[in-house]
């Protein structure tokens, strides 16, 4: 199985967390805003290696995934298959494209990039490491 590449699948998920987050009337909705905000960091890299405007790319990506997410009309349902077109600085559809990303891949990448932000949130011991000794010349 395979889902669509360019950064589609992080957008939406981060888009769903969003919306998630906002029912919570506590803390939780903190940690689970700052993790959607996580995962845009993806796409976000993708166009900065790129040399694009990432600023004005997430805007449309997100743009057109909320479009997805919240509209009852199909023409904007298939914005859900929308990722970073980097050769030309715009958003496409992503499986039209031929950019695809394995399934198993990516949701393995999210459940362990989930558990380490987990274990660190964790940690509750401060380790100091002593300076180091100046040396005299």
């Avoid at 689970?32 to 996580?38: H, S, V």
């Avoid at 805007?59 to 030309?88: C, I, M, T």
């Avoid at 891949?105 to 100091?128: G, H, N, P, W």
């Amino acid at each position: 199985a395979v889902c669509p590449g360019g950064g589609a699948v992080e957008t939406a998920v981060s888009l769903h967390l969003e919306d998630y987050a906002r029912t919570f009337d506590s803390y939780e909705q903190w940690a689970i805003a700052e993790y959607a905000e996580a995962l845009l960091t993806i796409p976000k890299t993708l166009a900065i290696n790129a040399a694009q405007d990432a600023i004005d790319l997430l805007a449309s990506l997100r743009v057109r995934h909320n479009a997805a997410q919240k509209s009852e009309d199909q023409k904007k349902k298939e914005y859900r298959w929308y990722g970073l077109d980097l050769a030309n600085g715009s958003v496409r559809n992503s499986v039209t494209a031929g950019v695809l990303e394995p399934l198993v891949s990516k949701l393995k990448s999210l459940k362990f990039a989930t558990e380490a932000a987990i274990t660190i949130i964790r940690i509750d011991d401060l380790v100091k490491v002593a300076p180091e000794p100046e040396h005299e010349q």
